[in-house]
C-alpha cells in the first residue's frame, strides 16, 4: 500500500489537529505539513511533497482557498486538492473545481467523506460532497447540448479524463500511446478554452457527456 502525503491547510488549530490525529489514524496516510493561510502552505509546499492538499476556502490573509488552488496547481501540477470547507456557497464548490480542486467536502460531513476524498484523490478520483454538489452539479447537468467541434475520439477522452484518470490509465483504456492522449488533450482544452484538465468535470457534466451516477460521488 502506497502511502499518502497530505498537507492540511487550516486557520483553525483545533481543527487542523483533529484532522491530522483523524488521518494519521490509518496507515496509508501521513500528515507532512500543517499550513495556517494559502501563502504559508505555498511557501512549504515543494519541502513537505505532499500527494494530496486539504484546503480551507476562508482564510486569513490575502490570498483564499480558491485562489490558493489555482496556484498550487499551476506551480505543483502533480498534486490533487480536496476542499474542506464550511460553505455551503454553490459558486464557491464550482469557483473551486474550475481554480483546480478534485474534490470538495463540507465540514460537517461525515469524516469518512474526507477519507475517501483523500484516497480519491491521491489516485486522480473525484469525491464530491453531495450535501453541496447535488443541486449545484444537477444545475450544470441540466445545461444546453453539447455543441462544440470535438471527435468521438475527443469524446471520449473527455470522458476519460472527468473520470479523473491520468494520461497513462486513459492510452490503456482506449488502446492508444500516451503521446497520442496528450496530442488529444492539448486539441480538447484549445477547442473548449479550458486551462487545465480539472475543469473538464464541469464541462463534461454541463453537456450531458457524463452524468453524476458515472461520478464517485458519495451522498
Known sequence: MSLIRVVLVEDHRVVSRSLRTYLESFNDIKVTGIAASGEEA????????SDVVVMDLL????????????IVRSRFPSMRIVVLTASTD??????????????????????????????????????????????????????????DDLTERELMVVRQLAYGRSNREIADALFIGEE?????????LSKLQL??????????LKHRIISLDDLDIKR
Do not use: C, F
Not at 497520442?180 to 480538447?188: D, F, S
Open 42 to 49: 505555498l511557501q512549504s509546499l515543494k519541502e513537505w511533497a
Open 59 to 70: 482564510m486569513p490573509g490575502g490570498m483564499d482557498g480558491i485562489e490558493a488552488t489555482r
Open 90 to 147: 454553490e459558486a464557491r464548490l464550482i469557483a473551486a473545481l474550475r481554480a483546480g480542486a478534485i474534490g470538495y467536502v463540507r465540514k460537517d460531513a461525515e469524516p469518512e467523506i474526507l477519507l475517501s476524498a483523500v484516497r480519491a484523490a491521491a489516485r486522480g478520483l473525484s469525491v464530491i460532497d453531495s450535501s453541496v454538489a447535488g443541486t449545484a452539479l444537477l444545475d450544470l447537468a441540466r445545461g444546453e447540448p453539447r455543441k
Open 180 to 188: 497520442t492522449v496528450k496530442t488529444h488533450l492539448g486539441n480538447i
Open 195 to 204: 486551462t487545465h484538465r480539472t475543469q473538464v468535470l464541469i464541462y463534461a
